[in-house]
């Protein structure tokens, strides 16, 4: 009895330390837009948001990390250290545990390069920086293709707020955005309403499934199943 209540708790653990880290991560990247534009105001000066937006950034890394450990600690699948950091190496959910770590490892050049900033150049840590735009959706995929709670209303209110908040700060972003081409601000354009349907698309012929866990981890049911065979 008491390990099950062990294993139950850093099962719940794992899955709320995920849906906080993804709601910290939103809160990050809407505060790193106007820090890159150089916005401030009055009531909230911008040594403010940048300072609230560095110190959530390292606070995503530990929640990530506690995220990380609870997994590999439970043992429910067969997840190490490695498949953290190494993309697509396990064998539970390879596309979307490997999109996970994917996420995990821009988030830490991000970080990393924003501490060496000085000694890197701002040429250099800007364009590691904008990888964040990359980074913020494939961690939503992999937390919508892997995740636990996909189909649970709660899950769907915090992916569809944390995805508002995105939109918003995105759009904000191509607003006032000055490209030298035109055109480019078309396909940003193009791209912030395409994205998200086809996003919305998939989860709804995937992820929204009763049968996307079978498809998501073949082989963990499979064992399953033969650990279930008579001998």
């Known amino acids: 009895m008491t390990a099950l209540t062990q294993s139950l708790a850093l099962w719940y653990f794992t899955r709320g330390s995920g849906a906080l880290s993804l709601i910290m991560l939103t809160a990050v990247f809407a505060l790193g837009t106007p820090t890159l534009l150089s916005w401030g105001h009055r009531s909230l ?4 948001v940048l300072l609230l937006h560095r110190n959530l950034s ?3 890394c530990v929640f990530l990390f506690l995220h990380v450990a609870s997994t590999v600690v439970d043992g429910f699948a067969p997840i190490g250290w490695l498949d953290a950091i190494v993309p697509f190496r396990s064998g539970y959910r390879p596309i979307w ?4 770590a994917v996420a995990v490892d821009l988030l830490l050049a991000v970080i990393i390069t924003s501490l060496l900033r000085v000694r890197i ?4 840590w800007r364009w590691v920086h904008m990888l964040s735009y990359a ?3 494939i961690a939503m995929l992999h937390g919508l ?3 636990s709670d996909t189909r649970s209303p709660w899950m769907w209110w915090v ?12 759009g904000y972003r191509v607003r006032v ?12 354009v193009g791209a912030l309403v395409a994205v998200p349907l086809l996003v919305l698309g998939w989860v709804m012929i995937g992820p929204l499934k009763a049968n996307w866990s079978r498809r998501a981890a073949p082989n963990v049911h499979a064992v399953a199943v033969t650990s279930k065979a008579p001998s």
């Open 145 to 147: 293709g892997t995740g």
């Open 135 to 137: 980074m913020w959706p």
């Open 121 to 124: 150049g701002y040429a250099a």
């Open 58 to 60: 390292l606070l995503v």
């Open 97 to 100: 545990l490997g999109l996970g």
């Open 159 to 170: 992916d569809g707020g944390c995805a508002v908040v995105v939109l918003i700060a995105v």
């Open 45 to 48: 000066p911008r040594a403010v």
């Open 177 to 188: 955005w000055q490209p030298r081409d035109p055109r480019l601000r078309t396909v940003a």
